[in-house]
Structures are given as C-alpha cells and as structure tokens.
C-alpha cells in the first residue's frame, strides 16, 4: 500500500474520508491511484455516501452510482439489523485492500453478469437456523459470513481451527485465488500452456476434493508440512494450496510496496547466508526462462522486513506479527504464483 498525501502534504491513510489536518474531504481514486479532494471533480461512492461503508471516489460527472470495488457487489447486508453496518463497513475496508492490489497488477475486475459469465461478485451473508454461511467461492461468485467481521467471533474460529494467522483481508485474497485459478486454468484459452506446470508445481488438482477436505479435518495436515506448504489447510488439496500460496503473495507484495513507501529499509538479513538464490529452485516450462530476479528481490527484502516486525510486535506485547516459514518449495510455489499474476489472461 502506498503512502497517501493530501492536498495540505498530510499522510492519509488508505481507509480516510477526511484529512486530520485542514479537515478536508477525502477519498480514494482508482483511476488515478490516489487520494483526491471530494468537490468540482470528484464525488462519493453511493456506499460511501449514504451508508458509510465506502470512502473511493467516482468523477463527478460519473454515469455511475457506485465505485468500481462496490459495483461488484451482488448482496450486501440487510441493514435494518443493528450492527450490520458495522459489520459490512469492516468487510468493505478488507476488500477494498484486496482490490487495490489487483489494480495494481493490472488483472480485470469485471462484475459477474448475464454478458461476462466470467466475471466477479461477492455475497455478504449471515447464517440462519439450519442454513450456516460458509465462506467460499464457486463460480465467479464469492461468499463472506459477514459474522467474521466480528473480532471475536474470528479469533474464536482461529483458535478452534488452530490458525496462526486468519484474518479479512486473508479471507478476500484466498477466495480471490481461488477466483483466478478458474480464470487463468479453466476459461483462459491458453491454459493447456500452464496447467500442466501448475501440477508439476503445485500438484493434481484433479484429486477428488471433498474427499481430500474430510481426509485433511479428520487427520489433519502431514508431518514436517512446513518444508512444502506455506499453512497446514494448503495441504488439503492443490486447489487450496495455490490459494494459499495466492493469498500470501499479496500479502508480502502489499506489506514490500507498504514498506519501501515509507521509506523503511532493512539490510539485515534474517540470519546469515539466508538469502534465496536464483538457483534455488527452478520452474516448469513455460516458465523456466523467466528472469526470477524481481521475484527474488521482493522475497528476499520481505524477509527481512518481517524480522524486525516480529521483533517489535513481541516488544508491543503481542505475538509474532510474521508467523510463517518459507522454505525453498514453497517460495518456489510463490515464485509460480508471480509468474502467473504477471501473464496476461486469453480469452
């Protein structure tokens, strides 16, 4: 995420309707990548403006009511419940984050309709009797339970599902992974180039998955599974270990653009002779000829944010900010998902 200046050179950040400092009223422009000033040129996101939820900014002469993030909405809450709001506004700020860093990869977001059946759309839904939410996606179509807006309510299923890590944002970028693993090695009309190296990387997808999902709750993940996958739940099925594996490289190229936007640096190393090297690993045609060096730099320069960041959140009282282990598998697993993220989809 960059680092957002308003018109007075005051930092805002990404979530801001207003600037502290002159009080003016802000928002975030996907057009332009920026936050801009609400007035002559630009307005509110009809969810920003009438319920609160949203602070992007459409041009002020816009056809449209909503922003682009919030035009991918298919059900949003019912908010004559109490506490919905709330609950929503939280989920908007997560996938705001989350769509932010397909803008910036340039990847399309297009609303999921009768003329793109290949597009997107998210469900914001609360359980009933007999009916749980499961979030999840199928079809171009995400679901959230929008009851994991409610802190403890998710550290409660972190706990019982014994996750180091499990958060919003976590749960956009996984089911978004899933999403573009449909669109890059089911619908994209060149898939039959890289299918073949997701397996050779990631596994068979074609695995019967509802009986690899019981097999992973009944027994849970294999011994030593930190030398090959990036979480235990990535051992289920390949299918879930490529969204994993999506999921946390957005984490780190989100958390590396954070950084080097604030100026942050650090030249330590983890330990020494920790670096990863280009001969590390290697890649699957077609991509065993694709320069690894940007990959390499940006993995190597997360790593070593992440040491001071766990070091300074155990000195703030809390636990490791950064609870994962990179092993050479799974960076090379990062290293696909890079590829594949910088590949434009065929249609």
Not at 35 to 42: P, R
Not at 155 to 174: A, D, I, Q, V, W
Not at 179 to 203: C, I, M, N, T
Not at 280 to 291: C, G, M, Y
Request: charged letters at 20%; glycine letters at 6%.
């Amino acid at each position: 995420m960059q680092a957002f200046l308003c018109q007075c050179s005051n930092i805002l950040s990404f979530e801001n309707s207003h600037c502290l400092q002159c009080h003016a009223e802000v928002g975030f422009d996907p057009l332009s990548g920026r936050m801009q000033t609400v007035g002559a040129q630009f307005r509110r996101c009809a969810n920003g403006a009438t319920y609160g939820v949203c602070n992007w900014l459409l041009p002020a002469g816009a056809a449209e009511q909503l922003c682009p993030a919030c035009q991918l909405n298919e059900t949003i809450p019912d908010l004559q419940v109490p506490g919905n709001d709330v609950l929503w506004a939280k989920m908007e700020a997560a996938k705001k984050r989350a769509v932010y860093s397909l803008l910036q990869f340039g990847l399309p977001l297009e609303r999921k309709s009768d003329r793109r059946p290949h597009g997107l759309s998210f469900r914001f839904l609360v359980s009933r009797a007999g009916a749980p939410v499961v979030t999840g996606h199928e079809f171009g179509v995400i679901t959230l339970n929008l009851e994991e807006a409610d802190d403890a309510t998710r550290e409660k299923n972190r706990s019982r599902l014994r996750e180091p890590y499990r958060t919003l944002l976590g749960h956009f970028r996984h089911e978004l992974g899933h999403y573009f693993w449909d669109q890059w090695f089911e619908h994209d009309s060149k898939r039959d180039e890289v299918l073949p190296a997701f397996r050779a990387v990631f596994g068979d997808e074609r695995a019967d998955y509802d009986q690899a999902l019981n097999q992973h709750y009944q027994s849970g993940p294999p011994p030593n599974w930190q030398n090959s996958f990036v979480t235990d739940y990535a051992t289920a099925h390949p299918w879930e270990d490529w969204a994993e594996t999506w999921a946390h490289y957005l984490h780190m190229t989100d958390g590396v653009e954070t950084a080097r936007s604030f100026g942050v640096v650090v030249t330590t190393a983890a330990r020494p002779g920790s670096e990863y090297k280009a001969d590390s690993w290697a890649l699957p045609a077609p991509f065993d000829k694709v320069d690894p060096a940007p990959f390499l730099d940006m993995l190597n320069e997360w790593m070593r944010i992440s040491l001071p960041l766990n070091e300074m959140s155990s000195s703030l009282g809390q636990g490791r900010f950064y609870p994962f282990v990179l092993a050479p598998p799974v960076a090379r697993k990062l290293h696909f998902v890079h590829c594949m993220r910088c590949r434009p989809l065929f249609r």
